[in-house]
């Protein structure tokens, strides 16, 4: 079995900055990519941000490039992602996601294995 658990979340003010963490653990597994998904009430789950676990690149959604980062440490099992400038539109749950097959979709989340609960990201304007 695979656990991801996602912490960080929280009630910020438009402008603010929060944190997220997630850490992998369980059997082993290949991993190849890990990712950040968000949903908002009423709306489709949709792809934040993703890095490759071995080389690191980093692919970012449009709608959060510039003010989010996406990091890992591979020693820690562990992915990140820095949410700078925050607004209230990026209200909703976070999840990460993990990637277990080598060459699919980053930004699709019927590409990823294993997902966390999720953890609440509120902007208060």
């Known amino acids: 079995q695979v656990q991801l658990v996602e912490s960080g979340g929280g009630l910020v003010q438009a402008g603010g900055s929060l944190r997220l963490s997630c850490a992998a653990s369980?059997?082993?597994?290949?991993?190849?990519?890990m990712g950040w998904f968000r949903q908002a009430p009423g709306k489709e789950r949709e792809f934040v941000a993703a890095?490759?676990?071995?080389?690191?690149?980093?692919y970012y959604a449009d709608s959060v490039k510039g003010r989010f980062t996406i990091s890992r440490d591979k020693a820690k099992n562990t992915m990140y992602l820095q949410m700078n400038s925050l607004k209230p539109e990026d209200t909703a749950v976070y999840y990460c996601?993990?990637?277990?097959?080598?060459?699919?979709?980053?930004?699709?989340?019927?590409?990823?294995?294993?997902w966390g609960q999720g953890t609440q990201v509120t902007v208060s304007s």
């Open positions: 996601a993990v990637q277990t097959v080598y060459g699919r979709r980053w930004s699709s989340s019927g590409s990823y294995d294993y």
């Open positions: 369980g059997r082993s597994f290949s991993t190849y990519v």
């Open positions: 890095i490759t676990w071995s080389g690191g690149n980093t």
